[in-house]
């Protein structure tokens, strides 16, 4: 079968990849502006090729896609991978702007970096933010995404209403975000942004075994100027604690009704994610947002940051849906 066939392909690749110790790097930094911000990027692949946007999640940047983007450049596609507002390079245009981070801000900036590419339609994959920005991007613009491969699921929020409290167990699990909502969070992030990044990873991925070089290469990301406030802000406008930007307030009201993704998705889930868990079975609920769900896979021995312990599993379930006519 192919989907079988490409997904074998692509494992094999990766465990070459991981064998001689090597993790591959994609192409230079080069930045785009668009209304809000200057968003540095890197490319690889064919010019010419179908477009994929691979977007990173908190607390991460787009070295997150290093061996995700191989196989997809062999195929013949055109690799994107841009900072997020907050990390790296990317900086917010207007120096008096807030550092706001809600997440139709997030999903917003993924269509204005298309628009200032020129890119009329392409795929999406992400997980955390990234995964978020990828399904409103989905939702929101059914004209434009062609595929999407969302990590964890569905994870669109309704901000316009108050959510209520969860199981002990997740709340618990939530700990850094109700942190962020004080001003020792905001304090304990500006102090300690590198320890508690790692931390995360340690605790959302425990059966990753990640190495300091690792972990480094993308603290650096971690060093913008704006990382703080995004970080805070995002964290505190989800549950009511901070106001949004009043452009985007009717994006947010469209969001919080939870609007079908028409596009072709695989949804992919870490067994070993400890942030949430997935159910061993879909559910009703689960499968509502999509209206052409492909397939559903919890991949064992992920955790939370996938396109690094499980790279084969996200640029295969890319290629599958690619593969599909449309």
């Not at 790097?25 to 502006?33: D, E, F, K, V, Y």
């Not at 596609?77 to 702007?97: N, Q």
Request: hydrophobic residues 40%.
């Amino acid at each position: 079968m192919h989907t079988r066939r490409t997904f074998l392909q692509v494992a094999g690749l990766a465990a070459a990849s991981t064998n001689r110790g090597i993790t591959q790097s994609m192409g230079s930094t080069r930045t785009i502006q668009t209304p809000v911000l200057d968003i540095a990027y890197e490319e690889s692949g064919n010019a010419q090729g179908f477009p994929i946007i691979l977007l990173h999640g908190f607390p991460d940047d787009v070295r997150a896609y290093d061996d995700v983007a191989p196989p997809l450049v062999k195929a013949g596609h055109r690799v994107l991978v841009p900072y997020l507002r907050g990390y790296g390079p990317t900086r917010f245009r207007d120096a008096a702007a807030p550092r706001m981070a809600e997440q139709a801000a997030i999903g917003q900036d993924v269509i204005d970096f298309a628009d200032s590419l020129g890119i009329t339609r392409f795929a999406v994959a992400g997980y955390d933010w990234g995964g978020r920005a990828s399904a409103i991007a989905a939702a929101l613009h059914p004209e434009r995404v062609r595929a999407a491969v969302l990590i964890s699921g569905y994870s669109v929020q309704n901000t316009v209403a108050a959510s209520p409290p969860g199981a002990p167990e997740a709340e618990r699990a939530l700990w850094y975000q109700w942190y962020f909502n004080t001003e020792r969070g905001r304090a304990g992030l500006e102090l300690n942004r590198r320890g508690i990044c790692k931390l995360l990873w340690q605790t959302w991925s425990p059966t990753w075994k990640f190495t300091d070089e690792t972990f480094n290469r993308t603290a650096v990301s971690f060093d913008n100027p704006d990382f703080v406030s995004v970080v805070i802000h995002s964290y505190r406008h989800r549950i009511g604690n901070a106001p949004g930007e009043p452009r985007l307030l009717e994006m947010e009201r469209k969001l919080a009704e939870r609007p079908k993704i028409q596009a072709p998705t695989i949804t992919l889930y870490g067994a070993d994610d400890t942030l949430g868990r997935p159910a061993a079975e879909s559910t009703p609920a689960e499968r509502a947002p999509f209206a052409n769900l492909v397939a559903r896979r919890v991949i064992a021995g992920a955790g939370h940051f996938m396109p690094r312990e499980r790279p084969e599993a996200v640029a295969s379930a890319l290629l599958e849906l690619l593969s599909r006519p449309e």
